[in-house]
């Protein structure tokens, strides 16, 4: 198993926001709402931002 196979999109549409999922396969490319139709640009790198940085400061 690999929870990490599809990325989960918002769509940006304010009046749609349904949650795409896309296969990681489709990162930087252009994808379509299924509800809006909307135009959405799939991230090179998921969502989560984790900033592992050593103690430099
Ligand atoms: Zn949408």
């Given at each position: 198993?690999?929870?990490?196979a599809?990325?989960?999109?918002?769509?940006?549409?304010?009046?749609?926001?349904?949650?795409?999922?896309?296969?990681?396969?489709?990162?930087?490319?252009?994808?379509?709402?299924?509800?809006?139709?909307?135009?959405?640009?799939?991230?090179?790198?998921?969502?989560?931002?984790?900033?592992?940085?050593?103690?430099?400061?």
């Amino acid at each position: 198993m690999t929870p990490d196979a599809v990325i989960r999109l918002m769509c940006p549409n304010l009046k749609c926001k349904s949650v795409l999922s896309v296969p990681k396969e489709a990162r930087g490319r252009l994808i379509r709402c299924r509800n809006c139709g909307s135009t959405i640009q799939v991230p090179q790198k998921p969502a989560q931002a984790s900033t592992q940085k050593p103690n430099a400061a």
